[in-house]
Structures are given as structure tokens and as C-alpha cells.
């Protein structure tokens, strides 16, 4: 069967391609009815063969590795992170005190990096609250804070976020426009 579908498609090629070089050969079958209709049962009984044939072929899948899993690298600021999740373990006002200092010298060091001041200079405006509009952030890295006012205090009452962290953040926000010269 094999041999006669190959001789049956060979032969009509070669005839395909001698109607090419002589036109003349296209006269010598009719292309009525019959052979339209002949045509199309030829092309329906190897789409059904085809399909029939795909049905019994198994499929393969790939399959793949498990992802790698991802190495945890360190990023700047986790130990702050980590030392703002244990705000209410015991040692607070000590860790809060560790974190101011590391936020205050890292504005010193953005505020002589980035704002053009020497170390002195930016001290004094540390001290003062004079190194942002922000007053949240200005008091949180002042010398002697001044105490917020019972309006702010019941604010803070009412807030997700404990004062620390909201002024921690606003010191973080301040540091970072200036960084990126927002300010």
C-alpha cells in the first residue's frame, strides 16, 4: 500500500511539474465534477488516516528540575528590620537608642556625601533639626528631642506603627531623596 501511495504521489509531481514547463498538458484531463469530487475524497480519507494515526501515538512530556532555590544574601537594612520585630522584647529603650544612632550617622554621613556640608557643619543642623523641612524626621535625630504634643500622642495611639518606627521612617525617607536629590 505503501508503495502504491508513494508511486501514485511520484507520478503526480512529475505530471504537476510537466504542466509547468508545457501548459499543453493541463488540457489533457478535464477538471470537471468528477475529478474535483475525486480529489477531495483522496485529500478526506488521508486527513482521516492522518488523524487516525495521531490518535495512536504517545505523547512525550519534558519534564523539568525543581527550581533552584534562591541563596538568602544579606540586604542593607535587615538588621534594622530585624531589631524593629523584636521592639518588644526586653533591651527596647537600648535598641531604640542603637537604631537612632545609626540613623543619625547615616544622615551625617548623606548630609556630607550628598548635601555638600562638612561633618561639623551637619552636626550643628543634626542638633538644630534644621537638615529637613520634614519635622518628624528632624526631631527624631535632635540632640534632646522635644516631647510630642497630647494631640500627636493620641495620633500615635491610633496608628498601625509605633512613634519610633513612624519617625524611623520619615528619617529613612528624608535620607533617601536626599540621596536621590529630591532635596
Do not use: C, N
Amino acid at each position: 500500500m505503501r508503495t502504491l501511495t508513494a508511486f501514485a504521489g511520484l507520478t503526480a509531481t512529475v505530471f504537476g511539474f510537466a504542466v509547468v514547463v508545457d501548459r499543453g498538458l493541463a488540457g489533457l484531463f478535464d477538471l470537471d465534477y468528477l475529478i474535483v469530487t475525486l480529489v477531495g475524497a483522496l485529500a478526506l480519507v488521508q486527513g482521516v488516516r492522518y488523524g487516525l494515526s495521531r490518535r495512536k501515538t504517545s505523547f512525550h512530556a519534558t519534564t523539568t528540575d525543581d527550581p533552584e532555590l534562591r541563596h538568602h544574601v544579606p540586604v542593607p537594612g535587615d538588621e534594622v528590620d530585624i531589631e524593629f520585630a523584636d521592639e518588644r522584647s526586653l533591651g527596647r529603650a537600648q535598641k531604640r537608642e542603637r537604631v537612632r544612632e545609626r540613623l543619625r550617622e547615616a544622615a551625617l554621613e548623606t548630609l556630607v556625601g550628598y548635601g555638600g556640608l562638612t561633618r561639623e557643619k551637619a552636626r550643628e543642623r543634626l542638633d538644630a533639626g534644621t537638615w529637613t523641612d520634614d519635622p518628624v524626621a528632624a526631631a527624631a535625630l535632635r540632640e534632646s528631642p522635644p516631647r510630642p504634643s497630647l494631640v500627636a500622642r493620641v495620633r500615635a495611639m491610633l496608628r498601625t506603627e509605633s512613634p519610633f518606627e513612624r519617625s524611623a521612617r520619615h528619617v529613612v525617607d528624608e535620607l533617601a531623596a536626599i540621596q536621590e536629590g529630591r532635596r
